[in-house]
């Protein structure tokens, strides 16, 4: 493991206002995740896990506290450096896929690196190389439309993996699937886990959760630590 943690999060607070009233969804969370580490958040809707996720992938920002990535501090990146972060460092991967019907699936997964300015060549040899990695090497010129609920998310991890980011976080990707094929995107995950790639895993599904070496539950704002496995949560010390 690093000495400086992937993720570091210190005492953030997310609070939402609309005129006098004021929401507090996160409630002092301190949280770190080492690289090469494979974290599931679970909660329930309204547990404040979708912050939480929005938090640790720059799309939102804290409201107080600390949040670090890669040693780095959010807080003092402006909207060019949050989306470089998004760009280059974090591949997302989401229940609803988010592929572009009209591209196949390697143009779908080289879009990444479009974004970051690699050639044309170079996006295609990567591209194709993400999916053959996740086993769609003989799919590389089909369409969604043409794609399984499955291929499509084995296609949606390839893009994330194509610009070989810090951190992969995964929200519900096995939300939309049947069971067969959530098992197939789960051992595809074990596989870049095996990688060295650091994962956090967003999920409601403790089933899912069990997949990962730790859980972190998330209740009413706050973080309660499980270890591997279903063991009885410890209420983690908050603001500590």
Partial sequence: MADTPILQLENVRKVYSSGDIEFEALR?????VDQ?????????SGSGKSTLMNILGCLDVATEGRYEIGGE???????VDLAEVRGRRIGFVFQQFNLLASMSAWRNVELPLSYAGVGPAERKRRAIAALESVGLGDKINNRPGQLSGGQQQRAAIA????????????????????????????????????????????THDWDVAGRTDRSIEVRDGMILERGPG???????????
């Fill in 159 to 202: 893009r994330a993996l194509v610009t070989e980011p810090m951190l992969l976080l995964a929200d519900e990707p096995t939300g939309n699937l049947d069971s067969a094929s959530a098992r197939e995107i789960l051992d595809i995950f074990d596989q870049v886990h095996r990688s060295g790639r650091t994962i956090v895993l967003i």
């Fill in 36 to 44: 090469g580490e494979y974290v599931a958040v679970v909660g329930p």
């Fill in 28 to 32: 002092g969370v301190t949280l770190s």
């Fill in 73 to 79: 501090d959010v807080g003092k990146m402006d909207e």
């Fill in 230 to 240: 279903r063991r009885e949560p410890q209420l983690a010390e908050v603001g500590k």
